[in-house]
């Protein structure tokens, strides 16, 4: 077996300082002695000299570094860190060299994403299951009652069924939303390239949404370059994003009141925006109105016909556009939602 002196091995050091993974060098006592890039970007605060004890003093880890290096076969620890946000780790941990003590070498894998992924499934799958379970149960026990004490009454039938109805619609709105997501998540790594006017898209919407305004007594304001403005985009995607913010804008705006809808073109960009004069939206929830299935308020959303995931399809359409999206509200002075997306041309201009 061949003895690596790690504290006077430039080699070994200069092959870690060159790994792509996080990894760190411990000394007999635990002192950093070579760090990877990686590893500098992941635990900022360890620095070569430094005792790893110090910057993570978790005690199960301390521990299995301590059997390691005292001859024990190598190990695998988890490692969650709550501040100043939470991070989870995988550390195997290994030792180099023989001796009565050895130096130990660390490898980190951050389970971070992947910790936050797997909660967000989990919670998407019981929120979706929730969001189809309660119109199912109101469906079935309307059959139910239809079969049995009101089997012969024709005036509850006729309303159950007109409520079965808008149940099963509900139903139908909330599968398409969630098809419609995944497969914009599908697509998400190819940035579509077909020139399209958003202009012309903003006044298909409008045109096709005066009806909903006017059951609402609201207001549709259009403002418009009068030359097409074009953007790589998917038509149907953009279509959706715009018929999503401004349904949004009417059934969730003051009655009888105005929605601004505007198109203007930027420095390379063009953006789509639109103004409601509603109750506006206090600022703890516009953080989280993308998420999935989060509402401001729930009964309001479920009144109006909403699944919890159209401002979620509008995020992740933009995204894959490779553009961004603001939202602007204060509480009493309603609410402003603007997709900014690069204009056609200058993506690959630049």
Known sequence: M?????????????????????????DEQGFAQALSP???????????????????????????????ALGGDRKTVELVERVPFERAFRIHIAALGAGRRRATLLTFQDLSE?????????????????????PLASL??????LQGPARNDERARERFLGIMREQGLRMARLVDDLLSLSRIEQRAHVAPDTPVDLAGIAREIVDSLTLMAREREVTLMLRTPRE??????????LLRLMENLVENA???????????????????????HVRDDGPGIAPEHLPRLTERFYRVDTAASREAGGTGLGLAIVK??????????TIESKPGEGATFKAILPRFGAQQAG
């Open 316 to 325: 992740h359409i933009v995204l894959r556009h490779r553009g961004r999206l």
């Open 250 to 272: 009417i059934k969730y705006g003051k009655r009888s009141g105005e929605v601004l809808i505007t198109v203007e073109a930027g420095e390379g960009e063009a953006s789509f």
């Open 2 to 26: 061949v003895d690596i002196t790690v504290s006077h091995s430039a080699t070994t050091r200069h092959m870690i300082e060159a790994l792509g993974a996080p990894v760190v060098l411990l």
């Open 38 to 68: 990686a590893m500098r970007a992941l635990i900022p605060g360890l620095e070569i000299g430094k005792l790893l004890a110090l910057v993570l003093r978790d005690p199960d880890l301390n521990d299995a570094i301590e059997h390691v």
């Open 228 to 237: 097409p403005l074009q953007v790589p985009g998917d038509r149907d995607e």
């Open 114 to 134: 992947q910790r936050v992924i797997e909660r967000m499934r989990v919670d998407f799958v019981a929120n979706a299951s929730h969001e189809l379970r309660t």
């Open 140 to 145: 079935l026990g309307f059959v139910e009652t």
